[in-house]
Structure formats: C-alpha cells, structure tokens
C-alpha cells in the first residue's frame, strides 16, 4: 500500500525520526525542529508557525508536506500566493531535479525507520475487527485506561453541543430537557426519536400535577394510541384526555410514528410508555434532585420499585389481554441505561456550565458493570480489560468513531504504537 500524506503530517508533527537523528536539506543544510507549528484544517499550507533553525539561521513560517515534490506542481502551488512564502517543503520522496521555490527542501523518507512504516501499514492492512488487533495486546494499561477515559469525554461533548442547543431553544429549562432525553432512551433504539416527539409535544410540568391515572391519559392520548381500542380501561384515559387536550390545546400525534414490528412484547412502546408514565410520576421534578448527594445510588434503588399500573399486569397493549399476570417493571439493565444515555450527558452539559469538574460522573460510570454486546466481547478476546460501564462505554466509541473510520493517527492507542516503532 502507498503511503498517504495524513502519515507524513502525523511524523513531522510528532518528531517521528527520533531525537538523536540529524535531519539535513537535500542541500544539506541541518535542520532542527524547535516548532513544527499546527495543523492546519483548512486552505493553504499544512503547517502553520513553525519555528525552525535551518542551516542555523532561524526561520518563523509555514510548512507544506507532499508525498513527493513533485506533487507541488500537481497541485499548481506555484501558481497560489498563500504558498509563496513557505519556509520548508517536506517530502516523502525527493523525485524532482527542479528547483520548486525559494525555500529548502527535507526529503523525510531518509530519516523514517522501516519498523515505524511497517507498523503504519500493519494499521492499515484488512483486519477482522479492528485495525490494530495485532498490536492492542501489548499496549500499557495506562494507555488503554486514559483512551477509554478520553473516549468517554468525547462522546460527551458530542452530545453537549446538540443539548446546550435544544436547552437554548427552551429558554434554559433544564427540567424539560432531561424530560425529553429520558422520553428518548424509553422509546430504545426503534421509537426513540417518536418518544422524542412525543415528549416535545407535552411540556414536563403539564405531567406535574396529575395522579398517575392522568399521566398514562395525557401520554396514550397524545400519542394518538385512544381512538384504535374500545375497552372500559382506554375509554376512560380516553375521557380524561380529551379534557386535557381540551385544557391545553394539545395535537396528537400519528400513532403511525410508533413501531412494534420484531419487538419483543416488553419494549412494546405501549409498555414502554404505561412505564414512563410511572417513572414521572416518582420524579416529577428529576432534573432538581439530580443536583443532590448520592442522587444516583438512592435513583437506582428507587426505579428498582418503579413498575406500570396494574392495567398492564395482564396487558401489553392496550387492547388484548396477555396469558400471564406479569407486572412491567423496570429492569436493572435498563435503568442504567437510562443512567448512561440521558442522566449523564445532561448532568455534564450541567456540571461545565457551572465550571464544576465532571469526575464525579466519571466516579458514578465506574459504579455501574460494564455492558455487554458483540463488541465488548471482541474486546475481551483481545485481552483488554473490561471491569465497568466507564470501559464499555468509552471502547464503544472508540470502535465506532476511530477504528471503524480508521482514523488511528487521531487515536491515542495508534500514537502510542507508531510511537514506540519511530526509533
């Protein structure tokens, strides 16, 4: 395979030639690297403000990197003013007898180990599950550790940018914004965006208030789920809705928006739904005692006794009974799903709004047992240790963000392999 420029930015970014090898021109000048300067994402040259002394004169400027010099009039920079005033042009291979500009040349291919190259295609090569499968086992525990942590952050300060810009949209009511992250996590992968809706539609505070009889009206009601059903039970939620729409001037949705095709009949959003409404009804107001000490131990007891009303012991819609009287009850399972999918990202968005370290959650993550799918287990057969929801969470989306996309130049685990072969 040919190697790709983003390798070359990741060697001269990082020193890879190691410190006791002396880098020359191709005039044979002695380079010394003070700054490389920082990448640049956008137009122009790949380096910015580097600070370099070249045949010890020192030199402040940008840098351009091609795989081969060549590639300078392949991209027509001679003709691109922002690339005039360059103060060293950095190759992979030095192909060209003609002079490119008025500035020196480093041909990097002289001063790169074969080890450092074999192991950068090594990250490149097909690959089972991911691309540094080979090498993971021997990585240090401290890297591996510090990446899962890092992971984690990551994933949160995704999330962070989309919350802080629906908090923004409800004028900084946080109460309703945990009410509509813990409404998506209830509708699970299949209906959380119809859940989402469902809860946007309805405002957290018109459920405060109500007896848990009303809830389940205002939430069937709005969902659109009243008028398919005739039965003692749905005409009376129905009854009760209709007075509540009538109160608040509410628009139903299209029950079309729920799906129940290849759901096991628990994660029914009818189910999911009579088990949300009973959720509300022991947090009304969850959002202010999130912000209270041993929050999340006393929560996870708590939901441990949360379970639907006993309509829906022998139902799992809301037409025809089940054969068994089974009550619906929240698992354990997945109330630290709700924990990890909904509490934490809003309580992290939080914590930095008011300057407060996030290790607490960091702490709480560590408390809950790591999950368990096709991707954990591929870890584990790599030896990896897994002893927490912190671990499954942060190697999920490291495997999905970097290893799946093979971005392991921007992971801190391919650094650290590249590293370690750069001598």
């Given amino acids: 395979m ?19 090898i002396k880098l020359k021109t191709t005039q044979g000048e002695e380079i010394e690297v003070l700054s490389p300067g920082v990448l640049n994402p956008n137009a122009g040259p790949d380096f910015l403000n580097a600070r370099l002394r070249i045949g010890g004169v020192l030199w402040a400027g940008n840098v351009e990197i091609h795989l081969r010099t060549t590639d300078w009039f392949l991209h027509r920079h001679e003709e691109d003013p922002a690339y ?60 591996l550790e510090t990446t899962k942590i890092n992971m984690l952050l990551e994933k949160w300060m995704g999330k962070e940018q ?15 914004l945990l009410f509509e992250q813990i409404a998506y996590v209830f509708g699970l992968k299949i209906n959380g965006e119809a859940f989402l809706q469902l809860a946007r539609s309805l405002k957290n505070n018109q459920l405060n208030g ?45 029950k079309e928006i729920f799906k129940f095709f290849r759901l096991r009949p628990p994660n029914f ?60 009850k929240l698992s354990r399972s997945f109330i630290e799903l709700l924990l990890i999918n909904a509490f934490f990202p809003v309580h992290f968005l939080y914590l930095k709004s008011i300057d407060k370290n996030p290790e607490p959650l960091l702490n709480q993550l560590e408390k809950l047992p790591p999950e368990y799918n096709q991707i954990i287990k591929e870890f584990k057969a790599l030896e990896i240790p897994i002893s927490s929801a912190l671990d499954t969470q942060g190697l999920l989306f490291l495997e999905k963000n970097y290893c799946q996309k093979k971005k392991c130049l921007n992971c801190k685990i391919g650094n650290h392999i590249l590293r370690n072969h750069a001598k």
């Avoid at 109500?210 to 009601?221: H, S």
């Fill in 210 to 254: 109500l007896n848990l009889f009303q809830k389940e009206a205002l939430i069937f009601g709005q969902a659109g789920f009243l008028q398919e059903f005739e039965n003692e039970y749905t005409e009376a939620l129905k009854k009760e809705y209709e007075f509540l729409q009538y109160k608040w001037n509410l628009t139903p949705l299209n």
């Fill in 2 to 20: 040919e190697i790709k420029e983003e390798f070359l930015y990741n060697i001269w970014q990082f020193k890879r030639w190691g410190s006791s």
């Fill in 269 to 328: 959003p009818s189910v999911r739904m009579a088990q949300w409404a009973a959720f509300s009804d022991l947090f009304p107001q969850i959002f202010l005692s999130l912000k209270k000490n041993n929050f999340y131990e006393e929560f996870i007891e708590e939901c441990s006794e949360i379970q639907a009303s006993d309509f829906w012991n022998t139902h799992f819609t809301l037409g025809k009974p089940s054969l068994k009287n089974q009550p619906k």
């Fill in 84 to 143: 005039q005033k360059i103060i060293l042009h950095v190759v992979f291979q030095d192909n060209s007898a003609q002079k490119v500009g008025d500035f020196s040349t480093l041909e990097l291919g002289n001063y790169v180990s074969k080890e450092l190259i074999l192991s950068y295609k090594n990250l490149n090569r097909p690959f089972d599950f991911i691309p540094c499968e080979s090498s993971l086992p021997s990585v240090e525990a401290e890297v």
């Fill in 162 to 176: 989309i919350l802080q810009q629906r908090l923004d949209q409800l004028a900084g009511d946080w109460e309703q």
